[in-house]
């Protein structure tokens, strides 16, 4: 209560009265003000608020009840101690029922002074602080709504996702077979232009199918993992499989594939699904984004209980001012879309997901022009 000043008025005519509560409040450390009659009141009133007002119940010029609805529209929480000097079950009864806390009658002493504005005040601190967990809790409430909301909304899109994706693999893969097809020459010879455009068409199925194949990698990496789901997972397989997938691209642009792995067990409590997403964007991503004779290092080792795996290269590199967004859903940074190499924008996002859920930290280094490192760091798993 004593953090900030307390603020005190006194309206009361007899001037002894308001000089004998301001003589035992100030030095208590409560700001008290002072009114002599009922319109000198109901004017301060109206002014500010104050914590506590003591309020005779007789003025030549007003009755003192009259102010007590002006003090709750100021400030409902505004504690009115009432002054009289004729205390009766009458008078306690209407004061109450019009707003005031309690009364004190005339004459009292320093101690019952005391004694009644420290109740009053102690009222209107458990006052004040009901409502603020009133609306705490409210708040709470309002966020677990929004988050279920969010929630459900998130399932929606997963859902519509992967009926999506699952929809559109088979009529696009038929129409890139009939393409295929056609630039076979199967169904007659082509031109120059033919070959041209329908070489185009294919490029763009290509994409049309890797977009399709995100989404639906998406979707399922925002599904929670049954605990049941996961297990012990050794990595260095995985690594080496997505590794062996990736080789023949590496050796179409000369780009060296360097991996350090140590003897002994990298395991982790995942999925061997999940951990291949990971490895396939990450090591996938860095390939296609190093240009030619250049290089690529994938190493991994035991630290202080935990699994950390680097994946390093030599290639574009991520803008300093793009590196809070690329875990974002459809984000592709400025140089990776001027470069003409074909992306979705949601590889980092899934790779990021699938993290989380392992319990594990992904971070990223990089230098535009000269390369990009991720570190994942998971809870080493030991038997």
């Known amino acids: 209560m004593r953090g900030t000043p307390v603020k005190i008025l006194v309206i009361d005519d ?44 007789m003025m030549p010029d007003g009755r003192g009840m009259d102010l007590l609805n002006d003090i709750r529209k100021k400030d409902a929480d505004t504690v009115t101690i009432i002054i009289t000097g004729y205390a009766t079950v009458e008078l306690a009864v209407e004061a109450i029922k019009n707003g005031a806390y309690d009364f004190i009658s005339k004459p009292f002493d320093a101690d019952m002074l005391t004694l009644k504005v420290e109740q009053g005040l102690e009222n209107r601190h458990l006052l004040l602080e009901a409502r603020r967990l009133q609306e705490v809790e409210q708040q709470a409430a309002e966020l677990a709504a929004a988050k279920a909301e969010m929630e459900r909304l998130n399932a929606f899109k997963s859902r519509f996702m992967l ?49 399709i194949e995100d989404l639906f990698e998406l979707a399922q990496s925002q599904e929670p993992i049954p605990p049941e789901q996961t297990h012990k997972v050794v990595l260095q397989p995985i690594l080496n499989q997505v590794v062996l997938q990736v080789s023949d691209q590496a050796a179409e642009k000369n780009i060296s594939l360097h991996t350090a792995l140590p003897q002994e067990e990298l395991a982790v409590l995942a999925s061997e699904d999940g951990m291949e997403k990971i490895f396939s964007n990450l090591i996938g991503n860095a390939v296609k984004y190093t240009p030619a004779n250049g290089h690529v290092w994938m190493s991994g080792m035991l630290k202080n209980h935990t699994v950390q795996l680097t994946i390093q290269d030599t290639g574009i590199g991520i803008p300093q001012e793009s590196l809070d967004q690329i875990w974002e859903e459809f984000y592709r940074a400025p140089n990776a ?20 859920q392992f319990g594990g930290q992904i971070e990223v280094k990089s230098d535009e022009k000269k390369g990009t490192t991720f570190t994942l760091t998971f809870p080493a798993l030991h038997e």
């Open 14 to 57: 007899e001037e002894g009265i308001r000089l004998g509560c301001k003589r035992v409040l100030e030095p208590q450390g409560f700001v008290v003000e002072e009114a002599g009659s009922f319109l000198a009141g109901q004017q301060k009133i109206a002014q500010q608020g104050y914590d506590l007002i003591l309020l005779d119940v």
């Open 163 to 211: 009926v999506m994706a699952h929809e559109l693999r088979a009529p696009i893969g038929a129409v890139q077979s009939l393409l295929r097809t056609l630039l076979k020459g199967l169904a007659g010879a082509l031109n120059d232009r033919q070959t041209d455009l329908l070489t185009r068409m294919d490029h763009r199925m290509d994409f049309m199918l890797a977009l």
């Open 337 to 356: 879309r001027k470069s003409g190499i074909m992306g979705t924008g949601l590889g980092l996002n899934i790779v990021h997901t699938f993290v989380e």
